[in-house]
Structures are given as C-alpha cells and as structure tokens.
C-alpha cells in the first residue's frame, strides 16, 4: 500500500464540534490532475478523497458511503465509510474521518451528499418540486400523489429516480404536466409528440390512482391505429380502412377487455389484421379496382398467393367489408393450418438438461427459470408473466409447490433450486410480488420482452405451443422428468431445507424482514 506523501485529513482523532464545509483534499488543479494508488483497490486515480488509511479513488469512496450499520469500534448504528485494521467497516469518528460531512443538511441522514451538501433523497425531492412547480411555488393538488410517487414510490431506487429527473425528455414532460400545457388525460397522454418517456409515467399515475386502470393492450391499439391512420390520409381507401379500425376494430376490442384484460397476442393480432387490410386496400389502389365492383377472379388472384398466416389476417376485413358491403359478396377459402412439427419429449429433455446446470451458455437465470416452467407445466407466456412469488410454497414436508391450480403441481429439484435462486435475487426493497418484475411499476415483465428472451436463450417458442406441451407434461410430468434428469427424493428434501433460510425471507406476506446486521444498500 502507498502512503500518500502529504499529510491526510486525520489531524485530531476527536471530531470538531462544527465540520468544515469541504470534503476534498485540494482544489488547486496540479494537485487534482496528480495520480495516486487507491488505498482500497490499487488502481491508479486522480485524489478523490484522502482518508487516513491513504488517497481512495471516487469508485471505492462511493461504495463506502454505502455501508450504513453497527459500529464494531463504538456500537453507534450509522455510516460505516472507514476500515478497520481487520478491514471491516467502521464509522468516521472511529477511522478519524474528521474532514469530510456525511450528514445531510435538511434530514440529517448520512450518506452520500450531493448539491447543497443534501443527501439523495432530499435532492429528489427537491427535483421533483421544482419541476412541478405551477409557477406560483406550489405543486397543483392533482400533481401531489404523482410528486410522491416520483419522491418515494414504486420507482426503483432514490438513485434511479434522479437519473430518471435528470433526462431533458422526462423534464420537459413533468413541465408539461405543470403548467397544464398537457392535461392529466389518457388520451392527452396518447397524443403528446414525444412518446417515450409516456408508458412509464402514465404506470405511475394509474398506480398512484390520479388516471384511471385502463386495458394496456387496448391502449397501445388505440394509439397505433391513431397513428397508422395519420400516415394513410392520402390513402385513396382512407375512409374503408378508417371506418375498418374505429367502428369495426376498436368497439370489439373495447367489448373483449371488458370482459377480461386483452392479452398481448390479441393487440398484435388486430395490428396485423389492420397492416393486411391496407395492403389490401393498396394492391385495389394500384390495379384500379373499385372497392364495391372488385370481381371473384380479381379477388382470387391476390388472396391465393398469400401465405397463409396472412390469409388468416385477412380474413377478418374480408368479412366486415363484405358484411358493410363495402365489397360485394364473393368467397374466399378458409384457412387451414397444418398440424406441423411439436416438441419431442426427448427434445424437451434435452432443452431442460440445457436450462437447469450453470453454464456459459444458459442464459440469464430468470430466463431459465421461464423455460423450465413454460417446459414442465405446459404453461402459455401470458400465464408465466402473471406469476407471483406466492405462488410458489413450500409444503410442512420441505417440498415446493407451485399453485397454478387445484390441487398445486408438485416443484422438484434441480427445478425448485433454481426458483429458490431467482428470488434471492429479488432486491431487499423490492415492493412487487411478480416473480418476473418488468421495469415499469407494478407490473410483471411485459410479454414482448419474455418471449423474446426465452427465444434469445433457445426456446422454439413455435415448437413449444402449449397444446402440443401439454401431451407431454400429462405423459411426463415435472417429478417425472427430475427423475430422468438424475434428481431422486432424497436430493429433493435436503436441497429443499438447505434453502429454506432463503425461503423464509419470502413466505411472509409482508415482504422482507430488515436486517439488524451492516449491509450494503443498494443504489
Ligand atoms: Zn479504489
Ligand atoms: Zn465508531
Ligand atoms: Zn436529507
């Protein structure tokens, strides 16, 4: 370890009554460009800070401010930024840390400071008041809940929340929403120019209760056709394709998610249909045919070298046309899908032999833990996104169950492990019981982003149809294939109340129980 060459901010072992407002060791710039070894890591750096075990990099200094506890040299339960000599955390006052300030200025809580020497979340708050500000210095009442939801709600961490406030687009949208230039409506919502930011913040304002639940799936149709139908106003069968999305799509969409919430397959179905029926359109367009007088053979020659998911897609304009006689009635052959290739039970041996050991190429953990559920209780992605922690239990005898339905299937190992790990992942604060959390508050992982990463890792998501999965998961079911993989009873019930410790954490429907002992937070 190299000791620093001039003398480190440790003159007096008992801190001072006031601490001096500065936390660097020099301003002057030859000194700030000069290169020390990091007391914690060896790296080479620019001085950070220096403590008395010597100049500590920005990454080590950062972390350190981290480590909140018990003090093993005062008892005091706070920072813990310092070193022992048996290199475990200890306070300021016990490293004879007199030089640097960890307690923020407004709340009094230690931790990292950032502007105005306030800590993180007393910078959050800050953020978020003045970006709601209605420009008289307060918050509009109808803003209040999302100001708390952004301060301290669902959103991930204080950290994440000030990257988040930090962005010009999310900026100029809390504006937005400020000066009441964009009105707290879903459609407003709908028709703001710049979308990104939106799906984000109108989960936090259905969750924080200022916007109604609406159906997500009919949401984004409704907003993608509003668009489509933008970019077809020269189309020459605007109004057929117009009347087509917004009295025939829409209203049955509508009829269908009040009935129960759509899944993502039925929006991407009726997006399909409605790109099928504009090509359509287009093709009459450009061979001059007049919708009402279009001829059988003329109809024949453009929907009999479709392919036959298109023809499938079709169908459904087709129809309401003909119907609105819109088109005359002519006839148009149903689609028939052929049976095709399904899963082998030794391919799906074969791909759970894949999923279940750790290896360079088995993917992320949660994404394994998708396939071996989707392989062993035949269960469609829909369904593996809505899953929740409580779903899984462990039974008197040390088992796990799964509830998918009555009575629960039976998890064996290796399986039940690999679930046991996926949930020790779960971060301590995590408030969310979807065993696959997505990104926007409290909702699971959205299906897009689970089918394509069960794809990315290998699953053939199109040999995998449940249907044909189901045959085998009543041929051979999960207990059935841990036996073929190699796992007996005995292995089963050890593993099982090995990880129980993990498990405790999360059979309680509280969530977590906080740990006495230091740890890290999170950031
Ligand atoms: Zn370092
Ligand atoms: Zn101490
Ligand atoms: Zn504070």
Known sequence: MTRPPHPPDHTSTTPPATTPDTTRTSSSPAARSKRWTCARCGRDHSAYRCWPEGHLC?????AALDIHGVCPGCGDQRILPGRGSDGAPICPACAGIVHSVFRCHRCEVEGRLYHRKLCIRCTVTDRVAALLDNGDGHIDPALVPLAAALTTGPTPTPGGRLVWLAKPHNRDLLRALATGQLPLTHPDLNAYPEQGPIPYLRALLVHCGTLP????????????LTRRLDKLAAHPHE????????????????????????????????????????????????HNHRPTELGQIDLDRYYTVLKIGHRQSLRGFLNWAMTSRNLPTLTFARTRFTTGE??????????????????DHAGPLRMRVAACLLLLYAQPVTRIMTLTVDDF????????????????????????????RLLAQRPDDATSRWLFPGRRPGQPLNYVSLSQGLRDIGVPLRLARVAALRQLALQAPAPVIAEALGFHHTTTQRQTIHAGGIWNRYAAPDGPTQQAEPRTRGR
């Not at 920005?58 to 950062?62: Q, S």
């Not at 639940?213 to 993608?224: P, S």
């Not at 249909?273 to 450009?286: D, G, P, S």
């Not at 462990?394 to 629960?408: A, C, K, R, T, Y």
């Open 58 to 62: 920005r990454t080590c200094v950062l």
């Open 213 to 224: 639940e609406v159906d997500r799936q009919l949401l984004e149709f409704e907003a993608w």
């Open 239 to 286: 109004r057929l394709l117009r009347q087509f999305g917004l009295w025939h799509q829409l209203p049955r969409m509508r009829t269908k998610a009040a009935l129960q919430p759509l899944t993502p397959p039925a929006r991407t179905y009726a997006q399909l249909e409605f790109i099928h029926a504009t090509a359509f359109c287009t093709w009459l367009a450009e």
């Open 342 to 359: 399904a899963l082998t039970h030794t391919q799906r041996l074969d791909l759970l032999r894949h999923f279940v050991p750790d290896h």
């Open 393 to 420: 239990v462990i039974e008197d005898d040390g088992s796990m169950v799964l509830q998918l339905g009555n009575p629960p299937a039976p998890v064996p190992e290796p399986f039940a492990t690999l679930v046991m």
